[in-house]
């Protein structure tokens, strides 16, 4: 029998994933930006974000990275944006249709493999089967997450006494969707107030989703469908425009307020 690959021993495969693992645990549990949610609009933000030299932490509840963006809606993979977003796809290099103009439509899963492939190249690094559990607040400013492996949820409480750990950051972005994780944590202390979305209507949403971008309490932004509920927004449904430029705009407000907590981008 030909021998085909190299001498490698089970122990030493184990120690690599373990060390490596170890290795953005020791480095990002003081991260610049923490996205909670790896979607598209906590794709973009972070792919932006880590462009610009700012070190950054996407942590995800689900094993795969990528939300809704790998279907367009029903069950079918097609996925659509409205101008201006196609450029977005341009960058990207995702080929896409021309339906109408400003009507444009792809596959799902090759606009969503290339953010993310984007957002890896970028050096964003993440936590996946990490689920949000709370936000550490000092002096009023949210100061990162708390989080605990997803599994656990899922387990009686009587055998999952399991401690969650803290994960510091400068800024939080809220991307995790229509469960706007942090922001209802804050509403449920009356920090905030959150509204929860409002019907379909497409032509308003979108520009709202993104006009309505911005933090919502110091330390703590919210970046796509986390803004609809929020805000008491429209719903927008199977159209990704908005949320790619609402990461977008969240990672520029992100890096505004680094700036004035004195961040300096690595040289």
């Known amino acids: 029998m030909t021998k085909i690959f190299a001498d490698v021993s089970e122990k030493e495969i184990s120690q690599t ?63 659509t944006v409205r101008a201006p977003a196609q450029k977005i796809w341009d960058e990207l290099g995702v080929p896409y249709r021309t339906i109408r103009d400003g009507l444009y439509a792809t596959w799902g899963p090759h606009a969503c493999s290339k953010l993310i492939a984007a957002t890896c190249d970028a050096g964003v690094r993440f936590l996946q089967l990490t689920k949000f559990d709370d936000l550490v607040l000092k002096n009023n400013r949210v ?60 032509d308003t949403s979108e520009d709202d989703v993104v006009n309505f971008t911005d933090e919502v309490f110091p330390g703590l932004i919210a ?25 977008k705009k969240a990672s520029e407000i992100a890096m505004g307020k680094l700036k004035e907590l004195g961040w300096i981008r690595p040289k």
Not at 188 to 201: A, H, I, L, N, Q
Request: net charge negative; charged share 15%.
């Open 223 to 247: 970046a796509g469908m986390s803004v609809t509920e929020t805000h008491g927004l429209p719903r927008m449904g199977p159209t990704f425009g908005s949320m790619l430029l609402s990461g």
């Open 143 to 202: 100061a990162g997450v708390v989080v605990n492996w997803m599994p656990v949820s899922a387990l009686p409480r009587n055998i999952t006494c399991v401690d969650p750990i803290a994960l510091e950051s400068k800024i939080v972005i809220d991307a995790s969707g229509h469960d706007s994780v942090a922001v209802k944590r804050l509403m449920d202390r009356g920090y905030v107030k959150w509204k929860g979305m409002e019907p379909m209507w497409v």
């Open 17 to 79: 994933i373990a060390n490596m693992f170890n290795e953005t645990m020791n480095e990002y549990t003081d991260s610049d930006v923490i996205i909670i949610g790896a979607g598209p609009a906590g794709l973009s933000a972070g792919m932006n974000l880590s462009k610009n030299g700012v070190r950054t932490l996407i942590v995800e509840q689900n094993n795969y990275i990528g939300g809704g963006y790998w279907v367009g809606g029903y069950m079918m993979n097609p996925v």
